[in-house]
Nanobody, 121 residues
């Protein structure tokens, strides 16, 4: 019953900004790695950014310097600040999180349903 719900997508002009959110809810003991993926039209899903609970962040080369991933552990929420958006950023963005539901359980991956981002004039 772990759920990840993305929000914040929409239509934006090139050069604009959006801030995506991913809220985790349900039976959660701990959340380890969290990440944003995206799938553009006609392409496979790709990793956009990753943020471990206590480690360094990682970004795809295509978004470095433009996107910033962050998380609020008290709220079980992850964010993706997207600046200087380009038409190539158009995609459905998916939230991913490694969640342990109970003490002693190994984390497993959960996915949200996605939020659509369209960058167009």
């Amino acid at each position: 019953q772990v759920q990840l719900v993305e929000s914040g997508g929409g239509l934006v002009q090139p050069g604009g900004s959006l801030r995506l959110s991913c809220a985790a809810s349900g039976t959660i003991f701990s959340i380890n790695k969290m990440a944003w993926y995206r799938q553009a039209p006609g392409k496979q899903r790709e990793l956009v950014a990753q943020i471990p609970r206590g480690g360094p962040t990682n970004y795809a080369d295509s978004v470095k310097g433009r996107f910033t991933i962050s998380r609020d552990n008290a709220k079980n929420t992850m964010y993706l600040q997207m600046n200087s958006l380009e038409p190539e950023d158009t995609a459905v963005y998916y939230c991913n999180a490694d969640v342990a539901k109970y003490r002693g359980w190994s984390p497993r991956a959960y996915w949200g349903q996605g939020t659509r981002v369209t960058v167009s004039s």
